[in-house]
């Protein structure tokens, strides 16, 4: 079993930051790729920025010079520098990893950017 909680989400005004956080724990050896992901009502969980066990990271457009990611594998953590914040990243963040084929999930943290 693997446990992953995060943490850091909350509420924010436009041109704010954040910093999420996310702990991994249980069977957790062999990660392949960490992520960080968002979803608001009404749309598909979409990729925010991965980082695989190499360190190559991959971030989506509208994250491109704005958020960071970046992982601790002494303790088992990815975070997510968020900078700029805009009233679009708006949504519920969710940290995901990639375990030989299979993506875990933890429960999610509400970011809200306010206008």
């Known amino acids: 079993q693997v446990q992953l909680v995060e943490s850091g989400g909350g509420l924010v005004q436009a041109g704010g930051s954040l910093r999420l956080s996310c702990v991994a724990s249980?069977?957790?050896?062999?990660?392949?790729?960490m992520g960080w992901y968002r979803q608001d009502p009404g749309n598909q969980r979409e990729l925010v920025a991965a980082?695989?066990?190499?360190?190559?990271?991959q971030y989506e457009d509208s994250a491109k010079g704005r958020f960071t990611i970046s992982r601790d594998n002494h303790m088992h953590t990815v975070y997510l520098q968020m900078n700029s914040l805009k009233p679009e990243d708006t949504a519920v963040y969710y940290c995901g990893i990639l375990i030989r084929g299979y993506t875990y999930w933890g429960q999610g943290t509400q970011v809200t950017v306010s206008s």
């Open positions: 980082i695989l066990s190499s360190g190559t990271t």
């Open positions: 249980g069977s957790i050896f062999g990660i392949d790729v």
